[in-house]
């Protein structure tokens, strides 16, 4: 077993880390979300917020906020301009984790979660308590599933609505082909498929192993948990764990989720579709991944998939979850051998 991996038991405390940069109008809906959690009805909840490059009176409504919420939660509010190579999500990110690392090592959590969230996310009340049962459970990183925030797309057109369902259905279909086809014990079905800095945690002992977040412009949630299943670790997507999210095309990290929604807006205006991969493409890199894991162990799997060219988005949504909902059906109610 990993030296960094407990065997059994709930982490004995958390602390949620968060970059905010220009962030004034959404944090205090974050911040008041945070201080409805169960497990702050017991203890004030570590909330570790790193304020970066802002000049929007973040830093004094976060002020006032800890104030307001001081007997739920135990915020620390990080302050830093960062040099303009490294003004990026990345970076605030990686401060706000290592960060959080120290609060629960100092205060004696050195086997405490960290639990990653972005300031314009809405947590429901049972969030961080459900990321803890999934790490008590065995669980080494924790994918909480994102769920947009539904007051904030009361004006979309209709194709544009009509959109996101086929990709929500798509993306259903994917995790049920290969939960058919490649099942792992670690991340059972039902689960989603989401694992971003929205919603992310684990044991501050992963986190140090695997050396903190990397500082990269974008993608860095991603690559952080590609180098954690590097290591060995489990990766569990329990439904129960979600968080509100909004559409906003206005993010502030490049290549983050607001740089996806204003894509897919403009594909939509554009052609009158998105593209994605059909189920042919999927049902082969899903055999290359049940075959590589056979050869060399699941911990290789992240690292070759990421050295593999991206499935080409070649067919219209719909289309494309139809042919994964129809693939997963076949596979569902094919004959199986004696």
Not at 11 to 17: E, F, G, I, K
Not at 98 to 120: E, F, K, N, P
Not at 282 to 300: M, N, T, V
């Amino acid at each position: 077993m990993p030296a960094w991996r407990t065997e059994t038991g709930e982490p004995s405390a958390a602390c949620v880390c968060i970059p905010a940069r220009n962030e004034a109008r959404r944090l205090p809906a974050l911040i008041a979300s945070l201080a409805a959690q169960t497990v702050a009805k017991a203890r004030p909840l570590s909330v570790v917020v790193v304020v970066n490059n802002s000049d929007d009176g973040s830093e004094t409504a976060l002020q006032k906020l800890a104030r307001v919420h001081a007997k739920a939660l135990d915020v620390h509010a990080d302050i830093i301009d960062f040099a303009p190579d490294l003004r990026h999500a990345g970076s605030a990110r990686r401060r706000a984790m290592a960060l959080g690392a120290r609060v629960l090592q100092d205060a004696g959590h050195g086997d405490g979660a960290l639990i990653s969230t972005d300031a314009d996310a809405l947590p429901p009340p049972n969030w961080v308590e459900a990321n803890l049962a999934a790490l008590a459970a065995g669980a080494d990183l924790v994918g909480g599933r994102l769920e947009v925030d539904a007051n904030e797309t009361q004006g979309w057109p209709p194709t544009l609505r009509a959109t996101h369902a086929h990709i929500a259905e798509y993306w259903t279909a994917v995790r049920a082909l290969e939960d058919l086809l490649d099942p792992t014990p670690w991340d059972p079905a039902p689960r989603h498929g989401d694992h971003t800095g929205a919603s992310l945690g684990l044991r501050v002992a992963l986190h140090d192993a695997v050396g903190g977040v990397p500082a990269l412009p974008h993608a860095e949630d991603i690559a952080f948990v590609r180098a954690a299943q590097a290591l060995g670790a489990r990766l569990r997507h329990p439904p129960e764990v979600w968080v509100l999210v909004s559409p906003r095309e206005d993010g502030r990290a490049a290549g983050g989720m607001a740089q996806a929604m204003r894509a897919t807006r403009e594909a939509v205006e554009r052609e009158g579709a998105v593209r994605m991969p059909a189920a042919a493409a999927w049902i082969d890199r899903i055999a290359w991944r049940k075959a590589a894991r056979a050869e060399g162990g699941p911990a290789s799997v992240a690292k070759l998939e990421s050295e593999l060219p991206p499935l080409a988005s070649d067919t219209p949504i719909e289309e494309a979850a139809a042919s994964l909902v129809a693939a997963a059906r076949e596979v569902a109610t094919a004959p199986r051998a004696a």
